[in-house]
């Protein structure tokens, strides 16, 4: 019986807060369980990979050890990224983003594509990968293109929905096959200005022409979406995200297989 794949997921951060009513004064990290539940029911295991840095750090563990152990990356949503990871500073204090997490999953995604094992973003996800290899950021959507639609609505969360069109010929045209208009969730008010060099667009918001899906065109495999896969219900209508799921994972079976190949 095949040994179930295993798929680390970057953790998010909740740094000491004297407001926060448990553990203020320590850093929290943790996953969101839809994004584990999304992976379990596709049969692999889930991981999250704690950052191994800190005022508690226990010294010997790096993130290639992980790298080396486990299938691939899953890097989920959260925190605005830190406009100092794109050479920016922040247009205002709210949107001054997650240093420390930024460093961590920058160093996480080298880690993986180094042990040639894939990657796959999820809206900030997406968003780390294009800073990770050179790109920037739209730090706010509304503010910088105010004739974009309202892609994050607080209240709605993840049933604000819109449309996006999936590039003909593009590798994801080919995972999703007929599906080439398609709803899906929103839940960003960031998102990509200048894309990475080395990547492609894979799907566009058409009202507003905004990013939704990217990959890379080298030989590491690492794709990202802009929605929320984890979210999607498809008795409401939205994307059956599974086809996507599965490519990211069959690449996953491949690189374990190559990696256990005698040389």
């Known amino acids: 019986m ?4 295993k798929i680390g997921i970057s953790a998010c951060f909740l740094h000491p ?39 508690t750090a226990a010294s ?14 899953v890097l989920h949503g959260g925190a605005d990224v830190w406009p ?14 997650d240093r420390i997490r ?27 990968i294009n800073v990770a290899f050179g790109g920037t950021l739209l730090q706010d959507i509304g503010t910088q293109r105010p004739q974009a639609l309202a892609h994050r609505d607080g209240e709605r969360f993840d049933h604000n929905f819109h449309q996006v069109e999936i590039v003909p010929s593009s590798r994801m045209d080919a995972i999703l096959g007929s599906a080439h208009s398609c709803k899906i969730n929103s839940i960003h008010h960031q998102g990509i200005k200048d894309l990475a060099e080395g990547f492609v667009v894979e ?3 058409p009202d507003d022409g905004m990013i939704e899906a990217i990959r890379y065109t080298g030989a590491a495999y690492v794709a990202a979406v802009q929605w929320h896969p984890e979210y999607h219900h498809t008795d ?24 256990q190949r005698p040389t």
């Open 2 to 5: 095949e040994q179930r794949l």
């Open 17 to 55: 807060d004297p407001a926060r009513a448990a553990y203020a004064k320590k850093t929290l990290q943790y996953i969101e369980q839809s994004t584990a539940h999304w992976l379990l029911a596709s049969g692999a295991l889930p991981v999250m990979i704690p950052s191994p840095t800190g005022e």
């Open 60 to 73: 010997g563990f790096h993130l290639d050890d992980y790298a080396q152990w486990l299938d691939g990356l």
């Open 84 to 97: 100092g990871s794109y050479g920016e500073t922040a247009l205002q204090a709210q949107w001054n983003g």
């Open 102 to 128: 930024d460093e961590y999953e920058i160093a996480l995604i080298k880690a993986f594509v180094a042990a040639g094992k894939p990657v796959f973003g999820v809206c900030r996800g997406l968003q780390l």
């Open 203 to 205: 799907a566009r918001c």
């Open 236 to 259: 409401l209508g939205t994307l059956d995200d599974t086809p996507l799921l599965n490519d990211f994972l069959e690449n996953a079976r491949t690189a374990r297989a190559s990696a």
